[in-house]
């Protein structure tokens, strides 16, 4: 006899392997059969790409301040996916980004984006091991963003919560390099000048 799944369980993997996919096709959200080469399976795809980023960057040592809002950021990620593997035209009531998960990633923007001094050039991925794989994030961040603008039907504040959240990335891996005193800045034709 199997119980009822509960709220708090969203899922019951007894077994990870279901030969389902063996073909190349998968589910989606709403149940429909796609190619896993699917322009909404590469976008939740990244999605997930990108929490697996976070994970390494947690692990890594990225300042003890940052770990909470990672962490949570992470289970948000969960319902992103959630959100692009179903479209929008999906009637039925659904998982979705709102307006104040991307409130809430403007707010630590402002936040934390006061400690730094404004940039005077682009600055290049690297300095230390947790803000250079925070940079590694941004970029995944971006292209999860760019797979998801390609959708036809897609809950905008998804698309918002991917460019602000890409925002934060690049704001933490500032200040993860001692506040901005350790980012490596980009100078123009560096390469030509060197070989003059």
């Known amino acids: 006899m199997t119980r009822d799944r509960k709220r708090e369980e969203p899922v019951r993997l007894t077994r990870i392997y279901t030969r389902g996919g063996d073909r190349g096709d998968t589910s989606l959200g709403s149940g429909e059969r796609v190619s896993k080469a699917d322009p909404r399976i590469e976008a939740y795809g990244s999605v997930d790409e990108l929490n697996s980023v976070l994970g390494l960057a947690l692990a890594r040592g990225v300042p003890e301040e940052f770990g909470p809002w990672l962490e949570r950021i992470q289970q948000e990620l969960f319902d992103l996916g959630a959100d ?105 034709g560096a390469s030509v000048a060197e070989s003059a």
């Open 84 to 188: 692009l593997s179903v479209p929008t035209d999906d009637t039925r009531e659904r998982l979705r980004m709102r307006e104040e998960d991307v409130r809430r990633l403007e707010e630590l923007c402002d936040r934390v984006n006061d400690r730094l001094e404004p940039l005077r050039s682009f600055v290049l991925p690297g300095g230390t091991e947790a803000a250079a794989l925070l940079h590694v994030a941004r970029t995944v961040c971006r292209r999860a963003e760019r797979c998801a603008v390609q959708l036809d039907d897609v809950n905008p504040q998804a698309l918002a919560y991917l460019n602000r959240l890409s925002d934060l990335l690049f704001i933490l891996a500032r200040v993860t390099n001692d506040g901005g005193r350790g980012d490596i800045l980009w100078e123009p």
